[in-house]
Each structure stands twice: as structure tokens, then as C-alpha cells.
């Protein structure tokens, strides 16, 4: 039978309380202390400090909510811990805490609205232990449990499997723009080859590649339009949010109805260069690969058109996307009142090694794309994931669809 409680009515709530600041140390020395959701990770909190006087304890398995802004965030006690008055430990009494968890997930959603009308957008020991919740017998709240632990697990693997790649490309990444490929098409190496390479003021390079300077090779430069801009109608206009990864994203666009906006359009494989913001987002550099017929972009950044005799645009993307070279080009950004600013006459000074052979970048930049898109389809794995995992929680834990008509099967396969 499905019921309605309260939380307080089936667990037991610790409210935490900060320790005397003399209490707490980085010394490993009294009991591991969280201050607030700062300190949350993934599933397991990640704590930074230690208390000789705890006020307020949670036990291993509590669930660990934040009470203060964000609030609502979870994480699960792997061990004791002293808690600071921005958690809260939420130890189930009268349901599984297996099914408490997601339980608790997906209930909490509705303290954000209660703490949003807060002064200091927190909640306090009463509103938690007043959050209404539904709750199901015992036997269907371990079959909720098993599935939606099951699509966890499915999450966390794609996770994994997405850092694990994202780590195998960035080494292919920075080895291919360091060494390039030789006559076999795989990767050269400067240990076991150095015959294949020559000093150079960077370094080595391979024999047949070049130094220039990015204005020999990146003849044109062009700022983007300086208009005000809306949130619909007119012409998409790309900014500074829109650069992630080396790549265009088209969430949140703004427009522009302007005549000016008109006349400035990109094309496509583009490169759109972010010359002022703060210091970790200046510098930021996309390709633009045609997702729209018609589009402009913001005056903050600017397009670099390589010669493509030269340089390709896209082993031009890859290359200003490199770490190493966004802490390079970063050594040029002069500061404004509120931000940074990287003059792209000042960009262009940087030197840069490039294969001569333009089939050669052609290569490397297709070896990336495959891992690109690779990465792609394993993020819309993911995406889907997430998106049945919400949509089985909503059924599942408002009783719409009670678990016998689940096919457990289904589930299964996507772990």
C-alpha cells in the first residue's frame, strides 16, 4: 500500500552545529569534519578538515543534505564525520536505506522552493523533518532500490568509460601536435627515433615541420559585431558561453535584429577566439562546423582565418585547445577594470611548430575527430541514461507506476 509521512516521522535527523573555530585543524588530528556541500563528491563527501571538539556527529551510511544554499544536495557517510551547521545527517528508521536514498533524491526537490523563500535560502531541523514524502511496503522498496541502484551503477560505468577516454585522447592530442605522424601514419618517437627530430627554440620538432609565428600562418583577424542583443528574434549571435571544449554549443543563444549582424557572418570551420573575460575563460577557442544556415558572433570575440595552405582550421582549433598552450597565449592577457583582455595582434606573436605537409594535419585532425566522436555518442549515452533514470524515478517513487510493471529486464541491459 502506498502512504504519505513525513521524514521526520520515519528517520532520525542530526541538524549540524560548527565546532569552535580553535577546534578545527588540517592536521589530521580528531574526527574528519564537513563543513558544507563544498566538501561533497560524487557519492562520498571529500574532506579537508579535522575536529578535536565535534559538536554534532553523523554515523557511517547517513545520508548528508545540505541545509544552506545549495540546498538539498546529497552525498552518503562513508565514516564518521563532525558536521557543520550547513548539513544535515538523515538516518532512515522506518524505510530501507537503501530506498531512503533515492527516496530522499528525489522528494528534496521540493525544500529548494521552501528554502527560496528564505532570506539566506537554507532550511532549518522543522521544514526537513516536516518534508512530506510517498513511501511504499517494504518488498516494493527493495525492488525500487535494485533498480534504481542498477541504473546507477549503468551511469557511473558510462562515466568512467568517458573520463578513461577523454584521458587517452588529451595524451593522443598532445603527442600527435608534439611529434606528428611519420611515413606509417603512427605517432613518432623522439626516445627511440631522435634521428626523426631537430632542436628547435620550442624544443624538438619533427625534421619536416616548421616554426612560424601564428601571424604568418593566421593572416586575418576579424572582432565580432558590438550590438545589443535579445533573447528571440533576429539573427543568432554566438558568445563567449557558447566556446566549450573546442566546440560550439547552442544553448542559450541570443539575437540580433540588427543590419550589422548580417554582414558579419560566420562560415563554416571557422575559428571564434574569446579575447576578453576573466582569466580561466579568456583565450577560450571553437570551431564553428556549420550547425546553422545563418549565424554571428559577439564583439568580445574574434575570428582567426588561417591560410589554408599553411595551417588547417581545424589543427588550428586543436592546437590553441592544448593546455599547455592556453597557459601560454594567457601570458599576453593585460587587465581591464573587471576582466582580462588577450590583444589577438599580441596572440599572434606566439610561435607555433606545424607539419609543412598539409596532408599531414589533415591526418591528425582526422585521427582527433574519431576520438571526438567517439566521446560524442558516448555522452548521448549517457544523456539517455540519465533521462531513464529520471524518468523511472518519477513513476517509480510517486507510485504512477508501481514496480511489477517495470521490466527489470530492460534495465539490466543498460549496465
Excluded at 533573447?231 to 544553448?251: A, F, H, Q, W, Y
Excluded at 589554408?308 to 599576453?332: A, C, G, S, T, V
Aim: hydrophobic share 40%.
Amino acid at each position: 500500500m502506498i502512504a504519505k509521512a513525513k521524514l521526520g516521522d520515519i528517520s532520525y535527523i542530526e541538524m549540524g552545529q560548527s565546532p569552535q573555530s580553535s577546534t578545527v585543524n588540517d592536521r589530521e588530528n580528531g574526527i574528519p569534519f564537513l563543513q558544507g556541500s563544498a566538501e561533497f563528491g560524487d557519492v562520498f563527501p571529500k574532506h579537508k578538515f579535522y575536529c578535536t571538539a565535534p559538536q554534532k556527529l553523523c554515523r557511517t551510511g547517513d545520508a548528508l543534505m545540505s541545509v544552506r544554499a545549495p540546498v538539498g544536495e546529497l552525498n552518503k557517510a562513508d565514516k564518521e564525520y563532525c558536521i557543520g551547521r550547513g548539513l544535515a545527517a538523515i538516518r532512515f528508521t522506518g524505510v530501507l536505506p537503501r530506498f531512503g536514498w533515492h527516496m530522499l533524491k528525489f522528494w528534496s526537490t521540493g525544500l529548494t522552493r521552501v528554502a527560496q523563500g528564505s532570506t539566506f535560502e537554507a532550511i532549518n531541523g522543522s521544514e526537513l523533518s516536516n518534508l512530506e514524502i510517498v513511501y511504499f511496503p517494504e518488498n516494493e522498496q527493495c525492488s525500487i532500490a535494485d533498480i534504481l541502484d542498477t541504473i546507477d551503477a549503468a551511469i557511473q560505468n558510462a562515466e568512467r568509460v568517458i573520463a578513461k577516454q577523454k584521458a587517452i585522447c588529451a595524451g593522443l592530442l598532445h603527442d600527435l601536435l608534439t611529434y606528428g605522424l611519420d611515413a606509417n601514419s603512427e605517432p613518432r618517437d623522439p626516445l627511440n627515433h631522435p634521428e626523426q627530430f631537430q632542436e628547435s627554440q620550442l624544443g624538438l620538432i619533427p625534421n619536416d615541420w616548421e616554426l612560424a609565428q601564428l601571424l604568418e600562418v593566421v593572416p586575418t583577424i576579424q572582432y565580432g559585431i558590438s550590438v545589443s542583443l535579445e533573447d528571440t528574434d533576429g539573427i543568432p549571435v554566438l558568445r563567449m558561453n557558447n566556446l566549450k571544449n573546442g566546440e560550439i554549443d547552442l544553448s542559450e543563444l541570443k539575437y540580433s535584429r540588427s543590419v550589422e549582424a548580417r554582414t558579419l557572418l560566420l562560415r563554416e570551420n571557422d575559428i571564434l577566439f574569446n579575447r576578453t573575460n576573466s582569466i580561466e575563460h579568456v583565450g577560450r577557442t571553437s570551431i564553428w562546423r556549420g550547425q546553422l544556415d545563418v549565424v554571428s558572433f559577439a564583439s568580445y570575440l574574434v575570428r582567426l582565418e588561417p591560410n589554408i595552405k599553411r595551417l588547417l582550421p581545424e589543427y588550428l582549433n586543436l592546437w590553441l585547445n592544448l593546455p599547455e598552450i592556453q597557459d601560454e597565449i594567457r601570458k599576453y592577457a593585460t587587465p581591464g577594470v573587471h576582466q582580462v583582455n588577450i590583444n589577438p595582434t599580441n596572440l599572434r606573436k606566439v610561435f607555433m611548430a606545424l607539419p609543412k605537409n598539409i596532408d599531414e594535419q589533415g591526418a591528425i585532425v582526422e585521427i582527433c575527430e574519431q576520438s571526438r566522436v567517439e566521446i560524442a555518442s558516448q555522452h548521448s549515452s549517457l544523456a539517455k541514461l540519465v533521462a531513464q533514470k529520471k524518468g523511472l524515478m518519477d513513476d517509480l517513487l510517486t507510485g504512477r507506476v508501481r514496480v511489477s510493471d517495470v521490466q527489470m529486464d530492460e534495465v539490466m541491459e543498460q549496465k
